[in-house]
């Protein structure tokens, strides 16, 4: 059992906010896929999903064994893999995951066993890419794709789907435009020679903001869910999802001239009363953030990180504030808070979240 002291609370209620907040935007009938991927953003996949199995369509993972936890866990929603292996596939079968298959090596392997099994219109999902040049069949894979598939009633296509190179930013409109044009195209050759209609999705959290029209029939949303649209006043709309708490260990009281931490980084020029908090760069938290970069709370106060961030602890001048050991400590508790980090750390929000390492405990509150 994980009883670490350093914990990452998940917000439920600002998890169905977030979510409430995006199917606002959305057409009534258009369906919402949660990614749930890199453990949902660095906070639990399977609690996230347990929490909103009965509230979206689909989830969404990279990788098949991510989908084979929230099975084991006692999801029964559809499961998207994005990013499946032939080494995986029959893992995903075994666990009724839903395969996007991106290239003629996995299409060509998931058709085989499907046929060897045998399944029987087993749910499969086309990747295609449109410009973002990452993962996905070419257009012009259209013509074999549906020659291979006629042969094939052990499969049936669920969803047809393409993913943005640039949706968050504007000045690639007519980037993203063509990307979104060329999706139809491919779209009109399956709807000419398939005989019936795939679900269609191109969008991921800021496609839905800037490219309502492109919601076909399901979008995938992901950084929205927990707290991030794509620029601050959108972000203002959205409630946090990740508070990192931690608690005061050991008190120390260093006179002028004594250093903390390693490489002796910090000197103190006064009596300097520090507070060593048991989370490090093991647990996500960024050595970029050490020598006063970064700031945590304690008791509604700023206290900063002095000295290097060490693997398993950080130390923080606490001089000034009334504390003890035990108190409560905040590492972040508002998108503010994880923007900052972010823009410290010289990296994106995407990953000071995903970064929260599996050592941190991790507590979903309803
Ligand atoms: C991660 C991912 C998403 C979610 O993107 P957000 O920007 O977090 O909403 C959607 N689609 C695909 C293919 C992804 O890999």
């Not at 009938?29 to 749930?36: D, G, M, P, Q, S």
């Not at 052990?154 to 969803?159: A, L, N, T, Y």
């Not at 970064?294 to 000034?320: E, S």
Request: proline fraction near 4%; include cysteine; glycine fraction near 6%.
């Amino acid at each position: 059992m994980n009883n670490h002291v350093t914990v990452l609370e998940i917000e439920g209620n600002a998890l169905l906010h977030n979510l409430n907040y995006f199917k606002q935007k959305l057409q009534p009938e258009t369906k919402i896929l949660a990614v749930v991927k890199a453990f949902g953003y660095g906070s639990d996949g399977v609690q996230v999903a347990k929490f909103l199995e009965d509230k979206v369509t689909y989830f969404g993972v990279a990788y098949t064994h991510e989908g084979v936890a929230l099975r084991e866990a006692g999801v029964k929603t559809p499961i998207l893999v994005l990013h499946p292996h032939i080494q995986n596939l029959q893992s995903i079968i075994d666990f009724r995951l839903e395969p996007s298959l991106y290239n003629f090596n996995i299409f060509n392997a998931f058709l085989q066993l499907a046929a060897q099994t045998p399944l029987f219109s087993y749910p499969i999902h086309i990747k295609f890419n449109t410009g973002l040049n990452r993962l996905g069949f070419w257009h012009t894979d259209v013509p074999k794709i549906l020659t291979n598939l006629k042969q094939a009633n052990h499969v049936k296509v669920q969803g047809l789907f393409s993913h943005l190179a640039a949706s968050e930013d504007l000045e690639e409109m007519d980037f993203t435009a063509n990307q979104i044009k060329r999706f139809e195209d491919i779209v009109q050759q399956f709807n000419t020679h398939l005989g019936y209609r795939p679900m269609l999705h191109i969008l991921n959290t800021s496609g839905v903001v800037n490219y309502p029209n492109a919601q076909f029939d399901m979008v995938r949303i992901g950084i929205g869910l927990y707290g991030f649209g794509n620029d601050e006043k959108e972000t203002t709309k959205l409630k946090n999802t990740h508070n990192l708490k931690s608690i005061i260990s050991q008190i120390h009281s260093i006179n002028p001239g004594e250093t903390v931490g390693y490489n002796r980084a910090f000197i103190a020029k006064e009596t300097t009363k520090t507070a060593t908090i048991p989370v490090g760069h093991a647990d996500g938290l960024s050595r970029k953030l050490g020598n006063k970069k970064g700031f945590v709370y304690v008791n509604n106060q700023k206290a900063p990180i002095i000295g290097n961030v060490c693997m398993d602890m950080i130390m923080v001048d606490v001089t000034r504030i009334n504390c003890q050991e035990g108190d409560e400590v905040i590492l972040f508790n508002t998108q503010e808070m994880i923007q900052h980090i972010a823009d410290i750390s010289e990296t994106i929000v995407y990953e000071t979240l995903t970064v929260i390492s599996p050592r941190v405990k991790k507590i979903l509150k309803e």
